[in-house]
């Protein structure tokens, strides 16, 4: 058996060394790391608030985000979502909607057209749910796609919604909003690699 020492292990056209190994026998990685995922940007929590903003969380270095909401609302509302430029919520008729909800065997949807938010649920019970929404194009200057998939935690409830919101602005944050009364809960965004 043959044993070849060596401290440095690198790409013949890279700049600097990939992997570094120690005397006692450990490595150090020095590369990039590739490869498509999730990076997290930020978390919020809230309490008995009727809306809540997040800036400065979309930006050219992604296409698409995820965020995930777990909350609450303190009475029976929808959950809505609006898009964000440099701090002011776009509030115009630029939002539109299909949506597929199931409540227990009952299947219902439906359209709308040129609304000021994205809705994410119908007005229902106040209850503990949770939404995957994704964003797709949020910080490009065209249109921005939302789909958000909603599930109740005490009810037999889920909502399919999508939408598009036509503003054709490169948004870099969104307001996450009761109808009516307050949310509690949390909210994680998440940056697609590609």
Do not use: C, W
């Not at 930006?59 to 430029?85: H, K, P, Q």
């Amino acid at each position: 058996m043959s044993t070849i020492k060596t401290t440095n292990i690198g790409h013949p056209s890279a700049g600097s060394d990939a992997i570094t190994l120690a005397a006692d026998g450990s490595t150090t990685f020095n590369g990039p790391v590739s490869g498509a995922g999730l990076d997290h940007i930020v978390t919020e929590t809230f309490t008995a608030q009727s809306a809540v903003s997040v800036d400065s969380v979309f930006s050219a270095e992604y296409d698409n985000y995820l965020v995930l909401v777990d909350g609450t609302r303190s009475e029976s509302s929808f959950m809505a979502i609006r898009m964000r430029i440099s701090g002011s919520d776009i509030s115009t008729g630029t939002y539109n909607r299909q949506y597929l909800r199931v409540s227990g065997t009952t299947v219902s949807g439906g359209a709308s057209a040129s609304e000021t938010s994205s809705r994410l649920t119908s007005a229902d019970a106040a209850t503990r749910a949770v939404y995957d929404v994704m964003l797709y194009a949020p910080a490009k200057s065209e249109t921005t796609f939302i789909n958000a998939l909603g599930r109740a935690i005490s009810a037999s409830y889920i909502s399919y919604t999508t939408h598009t919101q036509t503003d054709s602005t490169a948004f870099d944050g969104f307001t996450l909003f009761a109808s009516s009364g307050t949310l509690t809960g949390s909210l994680s965004v998440y940056g697609y690699k590609s």
